[in-house]
């Protein structure tokens, strides 16, 4: 298996435009997560999905962010528009049902300016 | 919800030292503990693992786990770093379904 695939590695944009972020899970696995990593903050959760359900979404820090899972092997991050602070490096991660251990992408480094 | 604590966010030591970094956890149910090291400019991986059985961990690179539930800690130890060892180390824990992560500690190993 190739693991979980992000796409792209490096972004980067200026301030108010549109970025969406990509990622293939590994085949099988059921849940889905979107994490943020920064200095200051450390790695925080945004998002996760069951199933292509969104089942907790209480670390998307506003309404700028986005996330969606139209299909088992996809899912997008979006921010809109975007803003310097939202600099960081995303990971998504995956995990297979009745497994707690979870498979992270090598991540996205974006960067707005 | 769970949460995760990690002290002495950076730590600077030569080859052969002894390495021990402090994990602490806050979680009423079964607990599930991580390791997870991040080289410079790699994705996060998986170091060791606790889900039950013996409280002493065997993970990759010669690095040990030792889960002490009356003190709520999954410590991380390593006898002997190398160059190699320089990395961003986390600790996590499982519960609710979600994997709550320490802040990290950057670690250097100087030659």
């Known amino acids: 298996d190739a693991g979980v695939i992000q796409s792209p590695r490096h972004e980067v944009t200026e301030m108010g435009q549109e970025v969406t972020l990509r990622c293939k899970p590994i085949?099988?696995?059921?849940?889905l997560f979107w994490y943020r990593q920064t200095m200051m903050r450390g790695l925080e959760l945004l998002i996760y999905?069951?199933?292509?359900?969104?089942?907790?979404d209480s670390g998307m820090p506003e309404d700028r962010f986005s996330a969606k899972m139209p299909n088992a092997s996809f899912s997008t991050l979006k921010i809109q528009p975007s803003e310097p602070r939202d600099s960081a490096v995303y990971f998504c991660?995956?995990?297979?049902?009745?497994?707690?251990?979870?498979?992270f992408g090598p991540g996205t480094r974006l960067t707005v300016l | 919800a769970q949460s995760v604590s990690q002290h002495n966010h950076h730590v600077i030591l030569s080859e052969a030292a002894s390495l021990e970094l402090g994990c602490n956890y806050s979680?009423?149910?079964?607990?599930?503990l991580f390791w997870y090291v991040q080289y410079p400019g790699q994705h996060l991986q998986l170091l060791l693992k606790?889900?039950?059985?013996?409280?002493l961990v065997k993970g990759i690179k010669g690095f040990e786990a030792e889960f002490i539930k009356s003190k709520f800690s999954f410590n991380l130890r390593k006898p002997s770093v190398q160059w190699s060892d320089t990395a961003e180390y986390f600790c996590?824990?499982?519960?609710?379904?979600?994997?709550?992560f320490g802040k990290g500690n950057q670690v250097v190993v100087i030659p």
């Open positions: 991660a995956s995990r297979g049902a009745g497994y707690n251990e979870q498979f």
């Open positions: 085949s099988g696995h059921d849940y």
């Open positions: 999905f069951n199933n292509n359900v969104p089942i907790d």
């Open positions: 979680y009423g149910g079964t607990v599930n």
């Open positions: 606790y889900f039950s059985g013996d409280p």
């Open positions: 996590a824990c499982y519960g609710n379904n979600r994997l709550a």
